[in-house]
């Protein structure tokens, strides 16, 4: 297929969706799990404002 044709200029790839969402947000806290972390848990007292990310 010659580059500077007018069918390659039309050539669109979706994104994966599930690519998408592994690289939209934080990974999961849980050791060695790569899912993203969707749901935050707040780390405990005296650590307001910070949460632990995990996925279910």
Same mark, same amino acid.
């Given at each position: 297929?010659?580059?500077?044709?007018?069918?390659?200029?039309? +050539?669109?790839?979706? *994104?994966?969706?599930?690519? /998408?969402?592994?690289?939209?947000?934080?990974? =999961?806290?849980?050791?060695?799990?790569?899912?993203?972390? +969707?749901?935050?848990? *707040?780390?405990?007292?005296? /650590?307001?404002?910070?949460?632990?990310?995990? =996925?279910?």
């Amino acid at each position: 297929m010659k580059l500077d044709s007018k069918f390659f200029d039309r +050539l669109r790839v979706k *994104p994966d969706e599930n690519r /998408l969402l592994r690289d939209a947000g934080p990974k =999961c806290d849980w050791e060695g799990c790569d899912e993203p972390g +969707l749901y935050p848990a *707040p780390k405990g007292r005296g /650590l307001e404002g910070q949460y632990h990310r995990y =996925c279910l």
